[in-house]
């Protein structure tokens, strides 16, 4: 069964610093890869997406994210952080196999960028 | 407009008692799903649904029951089994494998 990690659970910034968070994968196919966001009080939005192709993979508001397939990572980064990052950072994981439909979601990180 | 509606947003219940939360979607998604948000723990599937009349179960199943009878529906019922239901639940659903999957604004179940 797949599962996914993400290892910072609470991360804090100041503005302008940069941004890194993790995502660990565990499955040994192929697989796409998101992450999503959910802003204080709203609902989760997508991100960006990883499909196939280049594994860099540039998302909204300046995010991006890279696959690493032989470290099974999918780290988010972004160079310059704005108090209006502050959010919850989801890392998901699909296996695509035979139109398999099973997303995992990882533990979250919480943002939180000082003004 | 388009969209994935659940309700209620806000529910409370005695212990004991099954509740159901509704989840109807009009973007013509085949794919439907159940997670489960708890503070610290992320998103935990429940259940989901690839096409009408067949559902699978997710890693957390047991105290939930789910039906798709038809494409724009798939309701959840908390059973009292569930011995910590308690939590915020999302809906979201999707085109088909490799898509985006697109989330519903979410219900909070308080059993009290």
């Known amino acids: 069964a797949q599962s996914v990690s993400q290892h910072n659970h609470h991360v804090i910034l100041s503005e302008a610093a940069s941004l890194e968070l993790g995502c660990n994968y565990s499955y040994g196919g192929t697989v796409n890869l998101f992450w999503y966001v959910q802003y204080p009080g709203q609902h989760l939005q997508l991100l960006l997406k990883?499909?196939?192709?280049?594994?860099l993979v540039k998302g909204i508001k300046g995010f991006e994210a890279e696959f690493i397939k032989s470290k099974f990572s999918f780290n988010l980064r972004k160079p310059s952080v704005q108090w209006s990052d502050t959010a919850e950072y989801f890392c998901?994981?699909?296996?695509?196999?035979?139109?398999?439909?099973?997303?995992?979601f990882g533990t979250g990180t919480k943002l939180q960028v000082i003004p | 407009d388009g969209g994935i509606t659940q309700s209620p947003k806000y529910l409370f219940r005695k212990e004991g008692q099954n509740v159901t939360l509704s989840c109807e979607q009009n973007?013509?998604?085949?794919?439907m799903y159940w997670y489960r948000q708890d503070p610290g723990q992320g998103l935990r599937l429940i259940y989901y649904?690839?096409?009408?009349?067949?559902?699978q179960k997710g890693d957390i199943a047991e105290g939930y029951s789910v039906s798709r009878e038809k494409k724009e529906s798939f309701p959840l019922t908390v059973t009292s089994a569930q011995k910590n239901p308690t939590a915020f639940y999302l809906c979201?659903?999707?085109?088909?494998?490799?898509?985006?999957?697109?989330f519903g604004e979410g219900s909070w179940l308080t059993v009290v």
């Open positions: 998901a994981v699909n296996p695509i196999s035979g139109g398999y439909q099973k997303v995992t």
């Open positions: 979201a659903s999707r085109p088909g494998a490799g898509n985006t999957i697109y």
């Open positions: 973007l013509n998604h085949d794919a």
């Open positions: 649904s690839q096409i009408v009349n067949d559902f």
């Open positions: 990883y499909f196939s192709g280049d594994p």
